[in-house]
């Protein structure tokens, strides 16, 4: 661990973090107590607005988060963010501080997405209401102050997963085009097969033991955890997907499964860039307010998304 992981692992997490034995309320609760600690100061943009989406299952919350304006004029692209939190925890306001960061930095605008959260919701309504919203942004696009067609799509850890999942289902299901994706140690293996399952099993920020628990609540019992839109890893192929930027945490039970998806997209010729930071634990990239090298994870996230996005 790097000194500023450490002082997270040890001062700041047992006091603020989610727990083991909580309730999925409790743990919601934790996890925004947390949010609220380490991911820093939110920086000025322009216009937030709220929105809600009419779908099948109901309304799905939504928040958009405009730039500044820019000295020269130029309309920006879009990406629409999907929160990580084990498909339990998360949402527009425990998020909403580093939607603001990676609108500022990029000069993009974002759309946070409120999608139906496990054990209340199990797959597939997550990735469902995440496509749903991708839908959405693109055909709003001018109206949030986006250039259309410059759509990407991110998330963190099982935002990531949502992320990777929709780049799959836009390509197979006729759109939207996508640009860009960017990857932040997604969940892509519910299989929990991978040796960094057992060489980080516990003592850092992630367990495997938490994240067994995170699948059992977003899995229905019977699927098969091999399902591609479950699993991107086990997508049988790659190609039309968008270009992507991988990002992992070295000390992290999802170590192995992220690589191995990178090294696939490598392969299939759409990797931009896989950035692995050492001394850090899963969850780092949104603790901006207590690590550096979330701050420097979030900067090469927005400047590969600016470049992707660009005119």
Known sequence: LDPESALLLHEILPRHGPQPGMTPDEMRAAATALAHRVQGDPPPVGPVRDHHKPTPAGHLP?????????????????????????????????????????????????????????????????????????????DHAVALG?????????????????????????????????????????????????????????????????????????????????????????????????PAHVVSAELDPLADEVAAYADRLDAAGLLLRHDRFDGVMHGFFGQAGVLAKARAAQAAVCSLLADALAP
């Not at 988060?65 to 130029?74: C, F, S, T, V």
């Not at 999907?82 to 930095?105: E, K, M, P, S």
């Not at 091999?226 to 699993?231: I, K």
């Open 146 to 242: 986006a250039r259309p067609g410059a759509l990407a799509v991110g998330g963190s850890s099982a935002g990531g997963n949502l992320a990777a999942a929709v780049c799959l289902m836009a390509r197979d299901r006729g759109g939207p085009a996508i640009r860009h994706q960017a990857l932040v140690y997604p969940v892509v293996d519910a299989t929990m097969r991978h040796d960094s399952y057992r060489r980080h099993a516990t003592g850092f920020q992630l367990t495997s033991a938490a994240m067994a628990g995170y699948l059992a609540n977003y899995m229905p019992p019977g699927l098969d955890p091999r399902t591609p839109r479950l699993s991107p890893l086990f997508a049988p192929t790659l190609a039309g997907l968008p």
């Open 62 to 138: 939504l928040r958009s988060y405009a730039p500044l304006p820019a000295a020269d004029g130029k309309v920006p692209g879009l990406m629409v963010w999907l929160h990580g939190g084990g498909f339990t925890t998360g949402g527009l306001d425990t998020h909403d501080t580093l939607c603001r960061q990676l609108c500022a930095q990029s000069g993009q605008v974002i759309v946070s997405v409120d999608y139906r959260l496990a054990p209340e919701h199990r797959f597939p309504a997550a990735v469902e209401d995440s496509l749903s919203a991708l839908v959405w942004a693109a």
